[in-house]
């Protein structure tokens, strides 16, 4: 896990329990806000119940002043406990509600713990996949021209291609393309386990009229190909596929079966989804 999905669970960890701790506090205090007001008006009813005995069942005699007596007490009692029975009744909802709010707030943390132990599991996933997965790279190219006798100039373009990672590559194929070439090539090359290396060829034609020379005896051209692969690893889903692009220049003599080394100019990987060919 990063360190920032550490400092929110610890903020929201702290916050949780500031929440539970104030509100703790809260029923507390109105719980003993509720017992100091009880007694106070135990008193009071105390003090009525003493006067009204005194006023009403002072003039009465034997049996009249003890039912007075206690008509009074109980009536006196009956107030006291519903005044009991009300204070009770909202001891216990304020107590329900911070229950249903330290509940909440107790789902809340445990999603968001589930969430970041699903982010760590994702993230660990994702390293060790990309520790064994397979990468390609593109090396050591080459350009053939052959001059032919249909107005045509073909280009074999080879190259290497090498498997640096820990796991075979699939379905691998290999396209290139240019300014000068009237249309781009491809070829299909068989699955490269890992470590291997494979070397291929794609054919390209030009135009002698399109082509730019750079000296004074029109021998010699500025090169440029972009090579594209294509390729699944064990961990592709279906349709995705991985594209590597390099890019060879160089300075080629346009001499028959006369083979010139290129430069790989910049090289840049690429992952998404693309249809089935």
Known sequence: MSKSYWIAAVALGLAVLSVVGWSIFQTGFSIGENAGEYQAKSSTYARHAKQEIGNTCAGLNGVAQTECIRNII?????????????IAQRNMSRWALWMLIATALMAIVTAVGVY?????????RRIGEAQVRAYLTIEN?????????????????GFDIRNCGQSPAKRITAHASGDIFGADGHSALPD???????????????????LR??????????????ILLRFSDVFAKTG???????????????????????TNAGTAISEHYIAEE
């Open 192 to 210: 490269l386990a890992a470590g291997s290396k494979a070397s291929t060829s794609i054919i390209l034609t030009t135009k002698p009229d399109d």
């Open 74 to 86: 109980e009536a006196t009692n009956q107030h006291k406990r519903s005044e009991g029975d009300l």
């Open 141 to 157: 190219g080459t350009v053939t021209p052959q001059t032919g006798e249909l107005d045509r100039v073909f280009w074999y373009i």
């Open 240 to 262: 995705d596929r991985t594209e590597v692009h390099a890019d060879f220049v160089g300075v080629v003599r346009v001499v028959n079966d006369e083979t010139s080394t290129l």
């Open 213 to 226: 020379f750079i000296d004074a005896d029109q021998t010699t051209i500025m090169f440029n190909a972009h």
């Open 116 to 124: 970041f132990v699903w982010q760590t599991l994702r993230d660990t």
